[in-house]
């Protein structure tokens, strides 16, 4: 059973607008977060993380956003440019352990 | 310069035949992973290693091992066992488990 939901596949934005990328999860234990980008046939970069202490947390032009009630969170990224084209994915983990990935949402962004 | 080498890129097998995968780390990190990711999926895990000589099944351990001699070093043999092994393979590591994982840039496996 998928614990971390990416339900958009993809997204298509234009260059120099905002790309709000969504993941919701099942599992209330989980509390730290993570987003990750990757390119075809690279493995994926570290972006930026969240912990359930936290509502929000900026870096850059990447802001990620957690609704621990909704089991929610959501990242930014403002101005949106060609070069964040990737594909990304969220990453969830309880207590330490295991992390659980989202299925990946691949941005597009427009020149 | 540190980082998490996997080799070879591409790897191509007959079916029948066990593969190794090679991932070596040199940022000193304690934990180790390996993932599994096919096409419109996210990653799965396939194996963890906490500490050296010892790790844990992941969620598709089935047809799959792996050994930890040394830190640095977390090898997956692919059996022929594993009933669909073509994918794309990715090695990570974290300081522990829990924190954030950095990966390697990948291994795609085909078996024909």
Known sequence: DQQVKQNSPSLSVQEGRISILNCDYTNSMFDYFLWYKKYPAEGPTFLISISSIKDKNEDGRFTVFLNKSAKHLSLHIVPSQPGDSAVYFCAASALGNQFYFGTGTSLTVIP | ?112
């Open chain 2, 1 to 112: 310069d540190g980082g998490i080498t996997q080799s070879p890129k591409y790897l191509f097998r007959k079916e029948g035949q066990n593969v190794t995968l090679s991932c070596e780390q040199n940022l000193n990190h304690d934990a180790m992973y390996w993932y599994r990711q096919d096409p419109g999926q996210g990653l799965r895990l396939i194996y963890y290693s906490q500490i050296v000589n010892d790790f844990q099944k992941g969620d598709i351990a089935e047809g799959y091992s792996v050994s930890r001699e040394k830190k640095e070093s977390f090898p997956l043999t692919v059996t022929s066992a594993q009933k669909n092994p073509t994918a794309f393979y990715l090695c990570a590591s974290s300081t522990f488990t829990g924190y954030e994982q950095y990966f390697g840039p990948g291994t795609r496996l085909t078996v024909t």
